[in-house]
């Protein structure tokens, strides 16, 4: 994968790289901490999969909407730097919930914030980098998802098992602010590559989803990614719980520290390497 492109477009891309691994990995720590909070705060099955699944990923999905089309119209970089910041702080706030509301309304915070990263992230790749290039570039920012699984579920619970579940949320969150600032310095708006119409030629937000609704492609790739999506997030948010019965029962790893570790590495690499070659 090569992107040829000036240093600061490459250190911006790097940049947000790192921003989108943070994504995932305060998206994911929940999965492989999930045991110690579920015997802590007294949750059942059901109160947990709303705090790994629908809770998260209904406010991230309808956000996601009104949040990109603010990104048409204003300061992607801004956004960014927002959301960065906000999903961060809302991940060290998890780490001080004392109940189950206390950690949904936390985790509802998360969602909102990372809600605002991809779509002004996709548009700030698309004017940086032509479309011969923009493939390859897209790749390079969507490696952030194996590596924040590899973080997230690796060293969270590397660290949860040292220090606790709260202690990880609290680890997680706080590069996210410093990053935040980071970013609202660091990262420019480029120039768009075609300017907005005017306020009375734009379409509404309605028109615009009735011409999207009417594409065949679109409606094959949105219930591929959805039907994708849940096996994939289903299976992630139960898939430490597994964890935790190997090793209680059938010994899988001598201390679970390192067992956690080898479990997230699995993960991550295994990412890393399908989403390289891809591009």
């Known amino acids: ?65 009104p949040i990109a089309r603010l990104a048409d119209r204003s300061s992607r970089t801004g956004i960014i730097s927002i959301a960065v910041f906000a999903w961060s702080f809302m991940t060290c706030l998890c780490g001080l919930a004392q ?6 309304l936390a985790r509802v915070g998360v969602a909102v914030g990372e809600s605002g990263c991809t779509p002004a ?22 490696l952030g998802v194996p590596l924040g ?12 098992h040292g220090l606790g579940w709260r202690a990880a949320f609290f680890i997680a969150g706080v590069p996210g602010m410093v990053l935040a600032v980071i970013a609202w ?8 590559r075609e300017q907005p119409l005017p ?8 028109s615009v989803l009735a011409e999207l609704s009417r594409s065949r492609a679109l409606w094959c790739i949105a219930i591929s990614m959805s039907l994708l999506s849940l096996l994939g997030y289903g299976q992630a948010a139960f898939s430490s719980a597994s964890f935790f019965l190997f090793l209680r029962v059938h010994e899988l790893a001598a201390r679970p520290a390192s067992g956690f570790l080898r479990f997230g590495l699995v993960l991550g690499f295994g990412g890393v390497a399908g989403v390289w070659r891809a591009a």
């Not at 699984?149 to 949860?160: K, V």
């Open 199 to 206: 306020a009375d030629q734009q379409a509404s937000m309605l």
């Open 121 to 142: 992230a996709h548009s700030l790749i698309s004017d940086w980098f032509p479309p011969q290039r923009r493939a390859s570039a897209l790749a390079m920012y969507s």
């Open 149 to 160: 699984t590899l973080c997230g579920m690796a060293l969270g619970g590397w660290i949860g």
């Open 99 to 104: 109940s189950f509301a206390q950690m949904l």
């Open 1 to 65: 994968m090569i992107i040829k492109a000036s240093g600061q477009t490459r250190g911006a891309m790097l940049l947000l790289t790192l921003i989108y691994t943070l994504n995932f990995v305060d998206r994911q720590i929940i999965n492989i901490l999930a045991e110690s909070i579920k015997v802590e705060l007294a949750l059942s099955d059901a109160q947990l999969g709303l705090l790994t699944g629908f809770s998260f990923a209904l406010f991230y999905t309808v956000l996601g909407l």
């Open 185 to 192: 310095w660091v990262l420019k708006e480029p120039p768009r």
